[in-house]
């Protein structure tokens, strides 16, 4: 009996060390898989925190890519590029046109970008037209949209008929090229600060007092509600350090004018107008929408002592250089508003080409463009009036419409 009774006793000691062993090493295993869950997260973040740049703003878990397309490094490549010539270009304007108003040096056509994880997709005209087929394109914004807007026009210009029609047409802000064959449009309509302004004409547009009702967008954006691709910028007219906010309509008696040095504020105040019109009246099912970082301009270098445009032939080639002209609290801002926008629930893609941009000291179009009424003290010294915020075709703005292309190619 008592022998039966130590047996049952050890028994269950047996048993009750098992069932304590068995629950210790759930319990271990369970903490495992949390830190493993825990750290696994982590080190993700660490991971997609160590490719975020904010001079290139987006990282390798891009939407489209598992590459960053704007870090990367020019290669000087002369067999592949340009894509086009510019005197075989039909749509190539004047204050882009480098070699007919003298320049002899054409380097500046051959640097090709680099990304430093992948290779950027070589623009394929024929397929860009497919994917637009039916379709209406546009970009809106300042010159420098109209800038990449010609690029584009150039760069799919040899992928269309010989005997189509190479014509745009313009109506007031909007420039409209029609690819019959296609039944797509690629346009650029003029809006330089996106809301309503005194600067709104696009053939007449150079006021001393820059007048903007940042309220108002309706009458700009009516011309694009029905686009399916919108390509946005606006950075450089607003670097004037004042202007003059309208209350009420242009030429009425009862109009309320306030002069305003928050340069800041105001461009805020602009984009939220912007993003709010979008936010209501954009059909989310069909139109993509992208928005293109500042263009950098080059008055100076790295410091104010540093030279403008004028006579510079090679690219910067200082690793991470960033020009003192680069406004990263502008940048902050569309940023920011694109940022608020998506958590709204509407998608903007933000290209961000201002730093591979900010190398090309060489490609702007400096003197070798059309200018009007220069005085006899600008002509005796060229660097006064060196256009150092356009840049010549073939150049950078191709990349910005090749890594456009990209998007659009890996879309659905």
């Not at 600060?193 to 547009?205: R, Y």
């Not at 009420?248 to 340069?263: C, H, L, Q, T, W």
């Not at 100076?300 to 032939?313: A, K, P």
Request: proline fraction near 3%; charged fraction near 25%; include cysteine.
């Amino acid at each position: 009996m008592e022998h039966g009774k130590w047996e049952i006793r050890i028994k269950s000691h047996y048993f009750a060390a098992l069932f304590l062993i068995a629950l210790l090493t759930a319990a271990l295993f369970l903490i495992g898989q949390n830190d493993e869950v825990f750290l696994g997260t982590q080190k993700e973040d660490e991971k997609i925190a160590k490719n975020v740049d904010r001079k290139t703003g987006l990282s390798s878990n891009d939407s489209v890519f598992r590459c960053n397309l704007f870090s990367g490094r020019w290669v000087f490549d002369d067999v592949p590029y340009p894509l086009y010539e510019e005197k075989k270009c039909s749509f190539m304007m004047n204050e882009f046109a480098c070699e007919k108003y003298g320049r002899k040096e054409f380097k500046y056509r051959n640097w090709r970008w680099q990304p430093h994880q992948c290779h950027l997709p070589r623009f394929n005209g024929s397929a860009f037209m497919e994917k637009i087929r039916g379709k209406r394109v546009v970009f809106v914004g300042d010159s420098l949209n109209k800038n990449q807007w010609i690029s584009m026009l150039c760069m799919i210009e040899s992928s269309l008929r010989k005997s189509s029609p190479n014509v745009v047409v313009q109506t007031n802000n909007l420039f409209v090229f029609q690819a019959n064959e296609y039944n797509a449009t690629i346009e650029f309509y003029w809006s330089p600060l996106l809301v309503e302004s005194n600067c709104d004409n696009p053939d007449s547009h150079y006021v001393k007092d820059r007048v903007l009702r940042i309220k108002s967008i309706e009458k700009h954006a009516r011309h694009w509600t029905d686009a399916d691709i919108l390509i946005f910028d606006s950075f450089m007219w607003w670097h004037k350090p004042t202007m003059t906010i309208l209350w009420g309509p242009f030429g009425s008696s009862d109009a309320i004018y306030k002069r305003v040095e928050m340069k800041l504020r105001l461009y805020e105040m602009a984009l939220n107008t912007w993003s709010d019109w979008l936010e209501i009246n954009i059909n989310r099912t069909k139109t993509k929408l992208f928005f293109m970082s500042l263009s950098p301009h080059h008055s100076h270098g790295e410091s104010l002592n540093d030279g403008n445009c004028y006579n510079v032939t090679e690219p910067i080639m200082k690793e991470d250089y960033w020009g003192i002209a680069t406004d990263v609290d502008m940048m902050y801002i569309a940023e920011s508003t694109i940022r608020k926008l998506e958590e709204r629930g509407l998608k903007v893609e933000y290209l961000n080409i201002t730093h591979l941009s900010d190398y090309r000291k060489d490609a702007h179009s400096s003197i070798y463009r059309e200018f009007f009424n220069l005085s006899d003290e600008q002509l005796s010294d060229p660097k006064s009036y060196s256009d150092c915020v356009h840049w010549c075709l073939p150049g950078v703005p191709d990349v910005w419409n090749q890594i456009f292309y990209s998007y659009i190619i890996n879309s659905s």
